[in-house]
């Protein structure tokens, strides 16, 4: 920011995403305000798809800044915030909102008429021409209580201890200090907005308002509403769903945690999931009440998305072959194999995708990834499929991929790198489950599983194995077995093989208990067709598993884990008995991605 840049009156911030139809009408609004008052407006756009862009860039005047990402309200602000220059204020906006005539100057007048007053908001018209419900209190217990009890349609002009939102009509008819209201429109004293600083972005969409506000109140300034400045709002410009619904209710307990102490926010989480209750005759309301009661699963609630950081990889070329298997596996081939392509076109390494009796488009769609070479098998069988990748790839050591698991370049020379030392045969990356869209049971099952010491240096069960030359030549080719990584695993010794530490590769679980059912049957089946072809090599699981599955319970949680991680594994183990399928397959972990 430079001294000599002219000072602007107000300086704009707008977020927009895919806000083709909503932000022209905006932008031309404000060019009528900047007759009357210095505006300097920043349009920072959170990747849209819909040509907000290039809208934006049909405004000269307008500075215009691409996210590169989708970085939520809060990030977007804070990108904005560095373009905004100088200026005596700072007035953030919905691109979703109409400015009638003269509000930006009314606002400003309103700031500028007492030194106290350090943000002020304007009266919010819905389309139909009536007050929104856009004023608020500081959320507390016995208003979330209140809430939850009446709602908002009964007892509207209730006391204020039980009501967090301002639903009285005699409000919104005269000027007044607040708490809060809606960041759709806020208007900011400079040397205050200066002071402090960025907009959390801990929250994605909705409560960085609330924080926000809370810092100008305890910053010794008041909040207020000037019903004489009026914009219109067209509600949910940027998009609306029930996972927003259930991030807005999960993001006022993340709002309480931060300020108050464990038992408040136990106590406001439970009002809060009271509340979806007594609605629970919604289905979207049922969900946002398993959610608000589930902590692991605000994981799967929208959340930003950063730019991607571009990978720096050095060293020699030539390090390797990396081999995919794929069986129609259009809905993950490319979220594979991404990752890999630049490394893999640079001649870091080679990348091979086997397409076997796939009746999709993961062949074309593998193509579409430069530096992937491509090879269509008519008969689906992975092991097939293995030994036709090692007759194509030329480098040694290889690794043998999944085609659903999640693996960074660094990754993959980090294991080849280690295979080349000479000191050991076999080895794979680390790796985590993802069982963020898992049901409950689900989710038990792989709890008790990560807490499990037994065969964690085991090549099995990762999706990911590595071997060198001289290890491959112990077998030969692949042998017509369902669990090829099982037996790799029975033919070295402990010594002679190694998990290299990395970044984790990414398993992404069932996310159903018929999709656990079948991907742990098809593991069962595996053992037993290498008791039969070698008894002597056979993995060591049963006896193995169960007294690790015993060690892991500590607690109330963790037994419930351990009895439901039991149940689970036997019932797949008679389902593997009986079932004539050689190969269950699981969906549901590839449509969760």
Request: hydrophobic share 40%.
């Amino acid at each position: 920011m430079s001294s000599s840049e002219p000072v602007a009156a107000v300086a704009i911030v707008i977020v927009t995403y895919n806000s083709a139809t909503d932000i022209p009408l905006l932008l031309n609004d404000l060019r009528s305000e900047a007759r009357d008052t210095s505006l300097r407006v920043v349009v920072v756009d959170n990747e849209s798809a819909d040509g907000t862009a290039e809208v934006v860039r049909g405004y000269p005047e307008v500075v215009f800044v691409e996210s590169g990402g989708n970085l939520g309200y809060a990030g977007g602000i804070n990108v904005g915030l560095g373009h905004i220059g100088n200026c005596a204020a700072v007035l953030i906006l919905n691109p979703d909102l109409r400015v009638r005539p003269g509000t930006i100057a009314r606002m400003v007048a309103t700031l500028d008429s007492d030194d106290r007053i350090g943000a002020v908001v304007p009266l919010i018209l819905n389309t139909e021409g009536h007050p929104h419900i856009s004023l608020s209190r500081e959320p507390s217990v016995t208003r979330a209580f209140g809430d939850a009890l009446l709602g908002s349609r009964a007892w509207l002009d209730r006391p204020a201890w039980l009501s967090e939102f301002d639903y009285r009509p005699a409000s919104y008819e005269h000027a007044h200090d607040i708490d809060w209201a809606t960041g759709a429109c806020l208007l900011v004293r400079g040397t205050l907005a200066a002071e402090l600083g960025e907009w959390k972005e801990d929250f994605f969409l909705y409560s960085e308002e609330t924080e926000y506000f809370r810092r100008i109140r305890s910053s010794g300034y008041s909040v207020r509403f000037d019903p004489a400045a009026v914009v219109q709002h067209r509600l949910g410009g940027s998009g609306t769903s029930p996972a927003l619904a259930t991030l807005l209710e999960v993001n006022r307990v993340r709002y309480i945690e931060m300020h108050h102490n464990r038992w408040y926010a136990t106590l406001f989480r439970a009002m809060v999931a009271l509340a979806a209750l007594m609605r629970s005759y919604d289905a979207d309301r049922r969900r946002t009440l398993s959610i608000v009661l589930d902590r692991e699963r605000w994981e799967t609630l929208p959340k930003a998305t950063k730019p991607a950081v571009a990978e720096s990889l050095s060293g020699p070329l030539e390090r390797g072959a990396v081999i995919v298997p794929a069986y129609d596996e259009a809905a993950v081939i490319e979220r594979t194999l991404r990752p890999l392509s630049a490394a893999a076109a640079a001649g870091f390494f080679e990348l091979i995708v086997v397409a076997n009796g796939c009746t999709d488009d993961t062949a074309a769609r593998a193509r579409t990834i430069p530096g992937v070479q491509v090879v269509e098998l008519p008969t689906g069988s992975k092991p097939l499929a293995l030994n036709t990748g090692d007759e194509i790839a030329t480098l040694w050591p290889r690794l043998y991929l999944d085609a659903d698991i999640g693996i960074t370049a660094p990754t993959v020379l980090a294991v080849l790198d280690r295979l080349t030392t000479g000191d050991i045969l076999a080895a794979r990356p680390t790796f985590r489950y993802d069982s963020t869209h898992a049901t409950a049971l689900v989710r038990s099952y792989y709890r008790a599983r990560r807490k499990m010491s037994a065969h964690q240096n085991a090549l099995w069960w990762a999706g990911v194995f590595g071997l060198t030359a001289e290890a491959h030549k112990r077998f030969g080719e692949f042998p017509d077995v369902t669990g090829d990584d099982m037996f790799v695993d029975t033919q070295f010794t402990d010594p002679e093989k190694t998990v290299v530490p990395t970044e984790p590769t990414v398993w992404t679980t069932p996310t159903d208990l018929p999709g656990l059912l079948a991907v742990l049957s098809r593991h069962h089946r595996g053992n037993t067709e290498l008791v039969q072809r070698n008894p002597s090599q056979t993995p060591k699981t049963g006896s193995t598993t169960a007294r690790a599955i015993l060690r892991t319970i500590t607690g109330p949680r963790s037994a419930f884990d351990a009895t439901i991680y039991f149940a689970v594994a036997l019932t797949a183990r008679r389902r593997a008995t009986h079932s004539t399928s050689r190969w269950e397959r699981d969906n549901t972990s590839r449509s969760a991605q």
